[in-house]
């Protein structure tokens, strides 16, 4: 009956992952622009290395018993972030609650190619040079999206996501994921060096990883938790619908524990590019959003081959964009391939072309056309941003802990873990990671509508 229900309810069921591509794709989900741009910035904000430490906490006690339980429903249910739910526990209406997640991706991945479309224009300009040539990079930045570029460099990456997706897992997705995330160490490592050896870069070492525990509010706790499980892509049906194409005899704790470990080390490695640079060139780490984008150019252009180096950057941040966008554009295509009985290939063009028709209007409301919309004192990029990562996302999260933790009893024998282990994870899953969900939700709205 389980076996029938699971056929009928999931019409990707035959796709599959190899092992090191599910583990690279994974990785490559939570390696966003998260990682590169907004980690340094709120780090630069909430207090330096004190602030990164409480990051690392909350990703092991709450992101990494989050993660292992959304791998878990996926490989359970074999379905899609919402069907999952349902084939588990034979009820629609956790299927709704799943549904919120498909929810959140849509709207994220709306405005997510914004700013992935940035990222790839700021590398051509940097390349060229003619980002350097006007050195007023806040004017730059406000000229650029008053005007149609952001637009078509949005749609260049709507274009690529759908193509990789459409080409279905191991052939698109994980194929993908397999030659840009080697690119991507190897693009962090040259970063990293160049960032090291920069005369006057070691103060910025030394704000990020040694630890000033006076500059801890609780304010900063909320925000390092927040990020702890945005950074690892929970909330969005990504590790769910990931889930679902992974192969029995994999484990998923140590999944879990790869892709939490890579997510971490890149975070260090993007704090060991950025503050050494911003150090360097007396750019104050508390630049905020525009740190990456206003900011830094002023950097690349200081030092020594820095349009190269200023390209790579961008570059990087670019692909990490696109192994993540990759990602969140699979949550509803999944679900639309089984609603709809489409072809993954229809699903996907058919995703990509209503998520412009929604994402092309954030594009135009940063600076653009629309910057003067702004329903309830926000423009539509901030709405989306908003309901996105700070209403849906912790609503998913704990959609995932309840489910996991009260609702579906076999968890751990989808998880194979051992008794320790297993106690552990429960114990997390049903009182920990709750609370937390739960606060990051209250603060977030509240600060946000505040
Ligand atoms: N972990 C991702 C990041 O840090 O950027 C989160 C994410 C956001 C994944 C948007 C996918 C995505 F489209």
Redesign the pocket.
């Known amino acids: 009956m389980k076996q029938q229900n699971t056929l009928e309810l999931n019409k990707t069921g035959n796709e599959r992952f190899s092992s090191a591509g599910f583990i690279l794709s994974a990785i490559g989900?939570?390696v966003?622009?998260?990682?590169m741009w907004k980690f340094p910035y709120i780090t630069g904000l909430y207090g330096g290395a004190a602030f990164f430490l409480l990051f690392i906490i909350f990703l092991v006690l709450c992101g990494l018993p989050i993660l292992l339980a959304e791998l878990t429903i996926g490989r359970g249910g074999r379905g899609n972030a919402a069907s999952s739910f349902e084939v588990l526990s034979g009820k629609k209406s956790w299927a709704f609650f799943g549904f919120l997640s498909v929810l959140a991706a849509f709207i994220?991945?709306a405005f997510?190619t914004v700013v992935a479309g940035w990222t790839l224009h700021y590398a051509v300009q940097s390349f060229t040079g003619s980002l350097f040539e006007n050195k007023d990079y806040a004017a730059q930045f406000t000229d650029f999206n008053a005007g149609f570029l952001p637009v078509v460099w949005q749609v260049v990456v709507m274009i690529l996501s759908v193509w990789v997706v459409a080409r279905g897992i191991s052939g698109g997705i994980e194929k993908f994921n397999k030659v840009l995330i080697p690119g991507l160490v190897v693009l962090l490592i040259m970063l990293m060096i160049r960032a090291l050896t920069l005369p006057g870069g070691g103060a910025g070492v030394e704000f990020f990883l040694s630890p000033d525990f006076s500059k801890l509010t609780f304010e900063s706790a909320l925000v390092a938790l927040g990020h702890a499980f945005?950074?690892?892509?929970l909330g969005m049906g990504?590790m769910i619908t990931y889930g679902a194409y992974v192969n029995r005899e994999q484990s998923l704790g140590t999944a879990s524990m790869a892709v939490g470990f890579g997510d971490l080390i890149y975070a260090l490695i993007a704090g060991l590019i950025i503050f050494p640079t911003s150090f360097a060139f007396g750019i104050p780490s508390s630049s905020g959003p525009g740190l990456v984008f206003i900011a830094l150019p002023a950097a690349f252009e200081a030092m020594p081959f820095g349009h190269f180096f200023g390209g790579l950057f961008f570059i990087l941040l670019a692909v990490a964009a696109l192994t993540?966008?990759v990602?969140?554009l699979e949550v509803p295509v999944a679900y639309v391939m089984n609603k709809m009985k489409w072809s993954r290939a229809k699903s996907a063009i058919a995703l990509g072309i209503l998520l412009l028709i929604v994402g092309i209007p954030a594009a135009m409301s940063v600076t653009g056309p629309l910057s003067t919309f702004l329903p309830g004192g926000k423009s539509l990029f901030d709405w989306m941003d908003f309901l996105g990562s700070y209403v849906l996302v912790p609503i998913g999260g704990l959609v995932v802990t309840l489910f996991t933790g009260f609702a579906w009893k076999r968890a751990g024998e989808e998880a194979g873990l051992t008794s320790n282990w297993y106690k552990l994870w429960m114990f997390l899953l049903r009182w920990v990671a709750p609370i937390m969900m739960v606060a990051v939700f209250i603060y977030s709205v509240y600060t946000n509508l505040g």
């Open positions: 989900s939570s966003g622009l998260g990682n994220i991945m997510y945005f950074s690892l892509s990504i993540s966008a990602s969140i």
